[in-house]
């Protein structure tokens, strides 16, 4: 009886489940080494050297591009700010010039003329 209730216990728990992990590992774990290796090679603790020869070539063309981007944001950088100090010379200029003129008597003539 209490043999019959174990199997009725045991076909239950098969059927309610899902996947058994560790009835999966312990079929890869019985061919000893090779399942070992099977096993780190699906979970992804041991890869292949090509694969990892891809990954390392795949990372240094991603630093070169980092490399390139930044140089040029760097020259863009640099632009801009010289751009601003031209500016900021030329608005100088115009508000001495019309201080200038101010000071001779003329006034600004305001356009009012639209675009």
Do not use: C
Not at 12 to 27: C, M, R, T, V, W
């Amino acid at each position: 009886m209490t043999h019959n209730m174990l199997w009725v216990i045991a076909a239950a728990e098969e059927a309610s489940s899902g996947p058994d992990i560790g009835k999966i590992l312990g079929q890869f774990a019985q061919y000893g080494v090779v399942g070992l290796i099977v096993v780190l090679l699906i979970i992804g603790v041991l890869v292949p050297k090509y694969v990892m020869n891809n990954l390392i070539t795949d990372k240094d063309g991603w630093r070169a591009a980092y490399e390139t981007e930044r140089d040029a944001h760097q020259a863009t950088r640099q632009q801009l700010s010289a751009a601003q100090a031209s500016a900021e010379v030329a608005n100088e200029q115009g508000q001495a010039m019309v201080r200038l003129l101010e000071e001779f008597g003329h006034r600004p003539q305001t356009s009012t003329r639209s675009a």
